[in-house]
């Protein structure tokens, strides 16, 4: 069993910044590939980047530049640093686990872009 909580949403001016956060517990984390994914009213839930155990990492095209993954295994958490931030990126974020048996969802933080 895995359980996520992301933390560091909020409501910050076009162009701003945030770094998201997810706390993982219940499994050994280190060995679990985490994805970041956001889901904006009405649409469906999009992939924004993954990161596996040893570190690789993938960024959809409509963040690359912009979005950062990162972890820290020693914290259990992985991290989206969000720069030069859009309207339209405003969305609920989610963190998921991805493990042999299952993935995992965190219930998701709040982004809204606007000024």
């Known amino acids: 069993q895995v359980q996520l909580v992301e933390s560091g949403g909020g409501l910050v001016q076009p162009g701003g910044s945030l770094r998201l956060s997810c706390v993982a517990s219940?499994?050994?984390?280190?060995?679990?590939?985490m994805a970041w994914y956001r889901q904006a009213p009405g649409k469906q839930r999009d992939f924004l980047a993954f990161i596996t155990s040893s570190g690789t990492t993938t960024h959809a095209d409509s963040v690359k530049g912009r979005f950062t993954i990162d972890r820290d295994n020693a914290k259990n958490t992985v991290y989206l640093q969000m720069n030069s931030l859009k309207p339209e990126d405003t969305a609920v974020y989610y963190c998921?686990?991805?493990?042999?048996?299952?993935?995992?969802w965190g219930q998701g933080t709040q982004v809204t872009v606007s000024s």
């Open positions: 998921k686990a991805i493990t042999a048996g299952r993935d995992y």
């Open positions: 219940g499994s050994i984390f280190s060995r679990n590939t």
